[in-house]
């Protein structure tokens, strides 16, 4: 799963059958770290954890997206799946949610 | 799903059966801002929601493509699942369908 | 789908079962201009379509490539969907089948 | 599979159902030499081979990351399948299990 | 299909029941001159073709690494379908099995 900060939400009225009623986020790629990565290019994802804007999250990309309640038999190729708490690398704390 | 701009339209008569009288567009990624990524190769998409040139839209890509009515159990490894109306980054509008 | 040519072909005796007698080419990302993209690699997809060399074609990627009558159940990762007759970017022409 | 290095672990509590009780592991793609590739992005992979860390790996991604038992049906884009041993490239070893 | 050369072999004794007793190589793209490509990072990949090291091979990546007998139901992402004999491009050989 791509480690992911909230940046924003989007709004679509027209949109496919399967997606109406779903909460659609602004995510870009972050760093273990929380910084975002500059590169990377912001996409949207459905929200499947409750996920809040500046929240750090994984999101599941390509089918994997599908695998959730709320994402089933859906067009969502981007679903965020948690809510990271913590990442630990090389044995320090990279990130705490605050 | 991808933040992309309804750039063209594509034409294909020789086309597979499950893509028969769909209409496909040319779309290419574009920034939260409506601006288009000069680095992001343009593409052909189906179009699931309606969408006309100049639109910012979502396009799902991979085996989302596929779950909509339109483009069930078709080849379509992009479809434009919805238009967006408005994007919201750092509490900020920074796309409004005018 | 991707805006793709033809530039050759590709004879494999030794595949897997399910690709046998599959017309198999190698095919480049190109521009709606039908420009080859030279930082683009080289793939070999199955033709689908019976396309040709020097065509402009649309090539399903990823799971969406086995949704033709010929690719179903195969290991085909890329497949060749469509002739491209023209490609209209900003109301214009940017191709058009000779 | 991509070769990685477990450099690290995430929690989350928020996440969806499916993923609940599984291992998360922070991973970053790396040489055959295991060194550690600069410019990729680590990301986040559920451990199905009881993987430490420090220790390369293979990764699973996309829709291969759900074919396994602790990951069925669950929203996993990226899955540990398998722990290195050794490689060998051009008839050397390039990296060999401590 | 990714062009690619097998450049070595990979040992996991720890790996998840369904990749067991499957051949794991070592692969890299390469251009349609049978040259590296520097810039692609090497993967592993099932073997499903009785490929060599050596030999330039045809990679289906993606779900399609599971349309084969010795992958059905396996993690597989990427799977050796195909040992290319030649590459036509331009109408002319760029590659031939010696």
């Known amino acids: 799963m791509i480690i992911a900060r909230v940046i924003g939400s989007a709004v679509s009225t027209a949109k496919t059958e399967r997606l109406k ?56 190729d981007a679903t965020i799946v948690g809510i990271l708490d913590s990442l630990v690398v090389d044995g320090q704390y990279t990130f705490q949610k605050s």
Chains 1, 2, 3, 4, 5 share one sequence.
């Open 21 to 76: 009623a779903r909460k659609l986020l602004v995510v870009q790629e972050a760093t273990v770290r929380n910084e975002l990565r500059e590169d990377a290019a912001p996409f949207v994802a459905v929200d499947a954890a409750g996920a809040g804007e500046g929240e750090l999250v994984l999101v599941a990309v390509g089918s994997g997206g599908r695998f959730t309640e709320l994402t089933d038999q859906a067009p969502a």
